[in-house]
C-alpha cells in the first residue's frame, strides 16, 4: 500500500459526472510548470474541443485546452470568455507545453490514496491524476497540429 504525500495541482472539472457533478483531478509537480492568467486564446481553424486555440504564455505559444464545460464552448461565447482572467496551468505533456484551463482548486502536498498510488485524496476526496497524453493526443491528432507544435 501507498503511504505519503505527492505535489502537485488539484483540478476541478464540472459538469464531468452524470448529473452535472463535479471531480478532481491531480496534476504531479513534475509536469505542473506554472500557474499563469489565461491568456487571450486565438481559435484556430480546424481545432476541436477540448483545443480552445492558442495563446501566448510564458515566452511562447501555447495550445491551449479546457476541462469541463469550457471545452465544449466556443472560445468567441460567453461561457469560454468566461475562462478568460482566470488561472490556467501549464504543463509539460508529451509532446510540449500546454495550458489547462479549469478550476484551479489547490497547489501543494497532498495525501496520497492507499489504493492507488498514482492519485491523491483532499478532504476525503479521490482525485485521479489528469491524463496529460490524452490531451496531447487530442492536439496532436487536430489537422493543425503540424504547423503549430514542432
Given at each position: ?5 505527492l ?37 484556430v ?5 477540448p ?14 485546452v ?26 509539460d ?41 490524452v ?7 487536430s ?8
Open positions: 500500500m501507498a503511504s505519503g504525500r505535489g502537485g495541482v488539484l483540478l476541478r472539472i464540472r459538469g464531468a459526472r452524470e448529473g452535472g457533478g463535479a471531480r478532481l483531478v491531480f496534476v504531479p509537480v513534475d509536469a505542473a510548470v506554472a500557474v499563469v492568467q489565461t491568456p487571450e486564446i486565438t481559435p481553424i480546424g481545432a476541436s474541443a483545443v480552445l486555440g492558442l495563446g501566448a504564455a510564458l515566452g511562447g505559444v501555447l495550445p491551449i479546457a476541462l469541463g464545460p469550457l471545452a465544449r464552448a466556443e472560445p468567441s461565447l460567453p461561457d469560454a470568455a468566461e475562462g478568460l482572467g482566470r488561472a490556467m496551468l501549464v504543463c505533456g508529451q509532446g510540449g507545453r500546454l495550458g489547462v484551463v479549469a478550476e484551479i482548486v489547490k497547489c501543494g502536498w497532498f495525501e496520497v490514496d492507499e489504493e492507488e498510488p498514482a492519485a491523491v485524496r483532499h478532504e476525503g476526496v479521490l482525485a485521479l491524476p489528469l491524463d496529460l497524453g490531451l496531447a493526443d487530442e492536439i496532436h491528432a489537422p493543425w497540429a503540424g504547423r503549430s507544435l514542432g
